[in-house]
Structures are given as structure tokens and as C-alpha cells.
């Protein structure tokens, strides 16, 4: 390994120049006026042609309407808190809660895309997004859709478990699948059933474990480890803070 | 206080009433009966030299400086308070906007502070794929360094070319990262998306990367142009004037200023923590320190040049690797949430000197505190012996050979 620049041009004093006095630089700018004459533009026209860009940049986020559980987790990830959940009525005009980006405050860092559970949420190449007012800013979960997603879009999000690394396994595995889940300290557990009403994928079902002085009915939440997709909602929804996640890494 | 001085003028009120200046006011006020009088220019927050939002005030004799003052904190955004309130994966997008012109460096610190205080050694093909986003990140940082220096000599040609050359760079940036500048990529255990993913629509092979077939395309076509833009600088009897032999310090004010990075590689200082005290795999790589004695800003103008043909060496390297380790290794670990309490202390060779992070964890998914040590807040604190005795014309140049950037100085 060598350091070819500085050994020829140390302290200054290559003066290559000097030596053929004006030889050097005339042979040089013609060198340079074949080579520019010759070679393909650089720049582009931009309003008339764009630039490539490749599937993984990140420009506005996108929404598959129909493939959103509406869990919030964009929400809750969202660095800029521009992400806000709203009810809108879907196909079937039920009414659902579905993410609305305001693309003003948007900083494009794509963690709205990386930690969708269920991949609804992409991020499009879309960069062209300068509105007259700032209230045109503010995607609605309609407005959000993006026709061309393609493979390169998503992030894969694919992890080693710690533990697995450390063992020397390294099996690489989905970052959802069957990895952080809710737990119940049920000593806490009042029966309340909020942690089931919030759940989006309805992972959630009460089960009994008998009856209580009154003659209720004792409900304890089981979590259906195949449905859920660890978005924390029954988490901060439950008023005893009986559950808590369960973190394996 | 200099400050003083100029407010205090003797007889103010007489002036004030329109009495005419005399000689013996002026002298009184300067302390000398010389005709020239010491002035105090202020260069900045906006001026063309300043490359971002600071003052230098500079005390001019006639067209001699003799002192310098610089001002920071006109940036500045709270950055260290905010992040408090933040959770770790939260703080890496916001650790980007540290410097808007190598981000890599300051997200991959962020994230080795992370994992040494949760006690983690990230995979091997981590490794090199963060020394490859790294060095991708000086490359173009240095680059928009020596464009902003051709502006600062009044040569567009270097600035153009410097700025094309690094379009190739912000286009690898794009397709690893998905973004130019702000690119958000490693994370706490590993990296967002492994190299060999980028293009998945396009056919690719088991173990074969198009991304990265395309950065060692990318470092053959730069060795060939970076000969052609220094041709520009050498070559020129202007730029040789100007920066050999003005702005001179010597190792000893080096050192007693706190001076990293090029800066001090250029006064003789043979120290970079790339290869000194190694993070990552940068010990497994094979690259040289240029190490100049002069001091000058030529010094410092050779040692960034020549660092950047280094990092094509580092890349090449790093490739190798990776394509070795294949699609199979493992590239981001999965880390718990919360950091256990305790402090840590984590350095890594940014662009422009050594940066620091100081991480005061309390068992929370948030920091109690984390301090950010940035090079160029350090590096400006030379500005009086580096300015003292140069002309005004030089000033310019001389503080282009620091690298301003505001964003990490102010936070």
C-alpha cells in the first residue's frame, strides 16, 4: 500500500508544469476540450426528464387500504408524530381506523414502512409533493395509495435472534413472526376486557378461571400467538398495567 | 474585552454633539499614534465564506490579521435535550441530522454507543457493510469539501467537477440507504437491508450483488477522475499561493487545542483512530495514514485528498469481504429495547476529526442523557492561530481547510 498523491505532489514541489513551460498546459486544455466535446451530458433537463431513481428510495409513504389492520404502529414509530390514526369508512362502509400522514411534517426516514406488521404501509418513490397550501399536505388514508408497489419497495426486516447469533445459529427470521409478546401478570388483571377491544387483529379472546366473591365470572385475556403482531395496544390500553411485553432477543 | 473598547470611545459624547475626531481622540482609542487603526471585521452569519451559519470576527491592521474571534450557536436546536425524550430507535433518524454531510457517521456512532453499552459485538458482515456506508459518507464529504474550496478560490470548474464526481456516490448512498443525505441506515444491532437485497426485482444471483459490482465500478471510475480535479488544484500557481505556507500551526498549538482529524494529521499528529484504536473491522482492513509535517493549509488540503484515495482501497477491501461472507450471514441482530443503566463512551474517526458520544443510560428505553463531542466545534477554536498574521484575502481559504459544518457544531 502506498500513498500515490502525496508522494508525487509533497510539499509543492512537482512543478510540472513549469517544465514545459507552456507545452504542458496547452496539451492539457486540449486534452480536456476532446474529452468534453466527446462525453455524455452529465445533468438532465429536470422538469421535462427526471432522474432514476431505484425502487428503495424513499419518497411519501404509501397505503394498501385494504391490507391495513390499522394497528398504529406507523403511528407510534413515526419520528415527526406526523402520522395520526382517523376513522374512515372502507369498501363495505364500516367505519376503520387507517393512518393520515401529513407529508409537511414528514422527515422520510421510512420507520412507517419498516415496522408495518403486515406490509400495508411502503414507501413510494414519489418525490414531486410541493402543494399551495399546507392543508394539501395532509394525506388521507385514500390519498395514500400508491398502484405500483413493487418488491423493491419493502423492507425485508429480517433479524438474528441475540441469543441465536450467540449460539452461532444465525437463522435470519421476520422481525414480527413469533418473536415479542404481551404477557399477563394476572394478580393485576381486573377483567376489564379493554385489552380485547383494542386489539386489531382480534388476537385476543377472555378466557374464565372461575368466579370471584360476587359470583362474576374472573376473565383472563389469552393471547393468540399466531395473530398477534406485537403493536402494544392492549399494552398501554390496559388500566392496571397487568400486561407488559414480553421482549426475547 | 474588545467589545469594550468599541463602545468605550473617549469623549463619545462629544462626538455625539458633532465634534469633529481628532488625532489624539483616535489615539487614545487605540493606543497608538499610528495613522492605521486596528478594525474589527465582522465576517458572517452570512457571508460566502463561511459555509453555514456562524461569525468570524477578525481584527485586521491594515491587511494583516492579527486576532480572530469565531461565533457559534446560531444552529443551534436543542439537539441533545431532545433526544432525551426520545426512544432509542427514535434518536437514530435524528442523529443523521447531526451533519447533513456525513450522517453515516453519526447514526453509526449512535448505534455502536448503543450496542457497547448493552454489551453487544454485532456480525461480521455488519461490520463491513457499516466501514463501506462509512467510507462512501467521507468520500462524498470530502468531496463537497473540495468543491466549496474551488468556490472559495473563484474556481468553478473544481466545484463542478467535484460535485459530479460525487453524484456517482450520492447515487451508491441512494440505492444502499434509499436516501441521498439522510440516509437512516444502521440501526442498534445491524443495518436496515443487506446489500444483497437492493435491486431484488432485478435478477440476481445467490451471492452476487449488483449494488456491489457497482461500488467497485464506482471506485475505479474515481481514482481516474480525482486525479483530474487535483490536476486542477497542483497544476495551478493560484491555489499554490494561496495555500502553501499561509495558516500554520504547529503540533504543540495542535495538541493544546484539542485538534483532530485532518487538521491535525497535517501539522504531523499521527494519529487516526480508524487504525489506532480500531471500531468495527477496520483492523482487518489494509490502508495508510497520510501524515503530513508542514502545517499548512496545502498540509491539510493533501491530507483530505489523499484520505480519499484511501477509502477506494477501503472499499475495495470491504467488498471482498462481504461477497466472501454471502447472502446467508447474519446482518442485524435483534436488541432489547431498553439499555441497562450505566455510562458509556464511544469514539469513531468522523470526516472532519473525532467524535464522540457519551451515552448516561437508566435502565429506560430513553437516554438520560447523551452528549455529542463534534470535531469542528473543537477544530474552530483555532481559528486565531491559524488566522494570526495572514492576510484578509486568505481567510477564506484558510478557514475552508477546517471543514466548517454547523450542524454537529451548534446541535
Known amino acids: ?84 390514526l382517523v376513522d374512515t369508512p372502507d369498501d ?10 401529513n407529508i409537511g411534517r414528514c422527515s422520510f426516514c421510512g420507520y412507517c414502512a419498516e415496522y408495518c406488521p403486515v406490509d400495508a404501509m411502503t414507501v413510494s418513490p414519489i418525490v414531486e409533493l410541493a402543494e399551495f397550501t399546507r392543508s394539501d399536505l395532509i394525506y388521507g388514508p385514500r390519498r395514500l395509495a400508491y398502484e405500483h408497489t413493487t418488491e423493491g419497495m419493502k423492507v425485508k426486516n429480517e433479524v438474528t435472534l441475540l441469543s441465536d447469533y450467540l449460539n452461532g445459529k444465525g437463522e435470519i427470521r421476520h422481525h ?63 388500566p392496571k398495567d397487568a400486561l407488559h411485553l414480553k421482549e426475547v432477543c | 474585552m474588545t467589545d469594550e473598547k468599541i463602545t468605550q470611545i473617549p469623549d463619545a459624547q462629544a462626538i455625539a454633539e458633532g465634534a469633529e475626531v481628532t488625532k489624539e481622540m483616535a489615539a487614545a482609542y487605540t493606543g497608538s499614534t499610528m495613522d492605521t487603526d486596528k478594525m474589527w471585521i465582522i465576517m458572517g452569519p452570512q457571508h460566502p465564506f463561511s459555509h453555514g451559519l456562524w461569525t468570524l470576527k477578525i481584527c485586521a491592521d491594515g491587511e494583516i490579521v492579527t486576532d480572530a474571534d469565531p461565533i457559534v450557536g446560531y444552529l443551534h436546536r436543542g439537539w441533545e435535550k431532545e433526544v432525551e425524550n426520545r426512544t432509542y430507535t427514535k434518536i437514530i433518524p435524528m442523529a443523521d441530522r447531526l451533519c447533513y454531510a456525513a450522517s453515516m457517521t453519526y447514526t453509526h456512532l449512535f448505534c455502536m454507543t ?6 453487544i459485538d454485532v456480525p461480521e458482515k455488519t461490520k463491513y457493510i457499516r466501514i463501506v456506508a462509512d467510507e462512501i459518507n467521507r468520500l462524498q464529504s470530502h468531496l463537497m469539501w473540495l468543491a466549496s474550496v474551488g468556490t472559495d478560490f473563484g474556481n468553478y470548474t473544481v466545484f463542478l467537477w ?43 444471483d445467490e451471492d452476487h450483488s449488483r449494488f456491489l459490482r457497482d461500488l467497485v465500478r464506482c471506485c475505479d471510475h474515481f481514482d481516474k477522475a480525482l486525479w483530474e480535479i487535483v490536476g486542477l488544484v497542483d497544476n495551478n500557481s493560484t491555489f499554490m499561493s494561496r495555500m502553501l505556507g499561509t495558516g500554520i500551526i504547529t503540533r504543540e498549538q495542535c495538541a493544546n487545542l484539542g485538534i483532530t482529524g485532518p487538521a491535525a494529521r497535517g501539522t504531523g499528529i499521527d494519529f487516526d483512530i480508524r487504525r489506532d484504536n480500531p471500531y468495527d473491522n477496520y483492523d482487518q482492513v489494509d490502508f495508510d495514514v497520510p501524515v503530513i509535517n508542514s ?39 435483534k436488541v432489547p429495547s431498553k439499555i441497562p443503566a450505566g455510562r458509556t463512551f464511544c469514539t469513531l474517526e468522523d470526516p472532519r476529526g473525532e467524535s464522540m458520544m457519551y451515552l448516561h443510560s437508566d435502565g429506560t428505553d430513553h437516554p438520560y442523557r447523551l452528549k455529542v ?5 473543537v477544530n474552530v477554536s483555532a481559528s486565531k492561530p491559524l488566522l494570526e498574521g495572514c492576510r484578509i484575502a486568505d481567510v477564506p481559504i484558510i478557514m475552508a481547510m477546517i471543514d466548517m459544518c454547523l450542524g454537529e457544531t451548534d446541535r
Open chain 1, 1 to 84: 500500500m502506498t500513498m500515490e498523491y502525496l508522494e508525487k505532489y509533497r510539499d509543492g514541489r512537482h512543478k510540472n508544469w513549469k517544465d514545459l513551460w507552456i507545452v504542458g498546459p496547452i496539451f492539457r486544455t486540449f486534452k480536456l476540450l476532446v474529452k468534453t466535446t466527446i462525453h455524455r451530458p452529465v445533468t438532465v433537463l429536470y422538469p421535462y426528464e427526471a432522474l432514476w431513481n431505484p425502487d428503495n428510495y424513499r419518497g411519501r409513504p404509501a397505503l394498501d387500504f385494504n391490507k391495513c389492520i390499522g394497528c398504529g404502529m406507523c403511528a407510534k414509530m413515526c419520528v415527526c408524530n406526523s402520522i395520526i
Open chain 1, 92 to 101: 363495505e362502509g364500516k367505519t376503520v381506523s387507517r393512518p393520515q400522514i
Open chain 1, 176 to 238: 414480527f413472526a413469533s418473536i415479542d409478546r404481551p404477557e399477563l401478570e394476572s394478580a393485576k388483571c381486573i377483567s376489564c376486557q379493554k385489552c380485547k377491544k383494542v386489539c386489531p387483529v382480534d388476537a385476543i379472546v377472555m378466557e374464565e378461571h372461575g368466579k370471584n366473591a360476587k359470583g362474576r365470572p374472573i376473565l383472563w385475556p389469552i393471547i393468540n400467538n399466531e395473530t398477534c403482531v406485537t403493536c402494544e395496544n392492549c399494552i398501554e390500553a390496559c
Open chain 2, 114 to 119: 448503543c450496542e457497547k453499552a448493552l454489551g
Open chain 2, 162 to 204: 467535484s460535485t459530479r464526481e460525487r453524484e456517482y456516490w450520492m447515487d451508491m448512498n441512494v440505492r444502499l440507504c434509499g436516501a441521498r443525505l439522510t440516509t437512516n441506515y444502521p440501526r442498534i444491532g445491524g443495518v436496515r437491508n443487506d446489500v444483497f437485497d437492493i435491486d431484488c426485482d432485478l435478477p440476481n
Open chain 2, 295 to 333: 502545517g499548512d493549509s496545502y498540509a491539510r488540503y493533501m491530507v483530505r485528498v489523499e484520505e480519499m484515495f484511501q477509502c477506494t482501497k477501503i472499499i475495495r477491501q470491504c467488498v471482498q469481504k462481504i461477497k466472501a461472507l454471502g447472502r446467508s450471514a447474519p446482518y442485524r441482530l
Open chain 2, 373 to 377: 463531542r463534534s470535531p469542528i466545534f
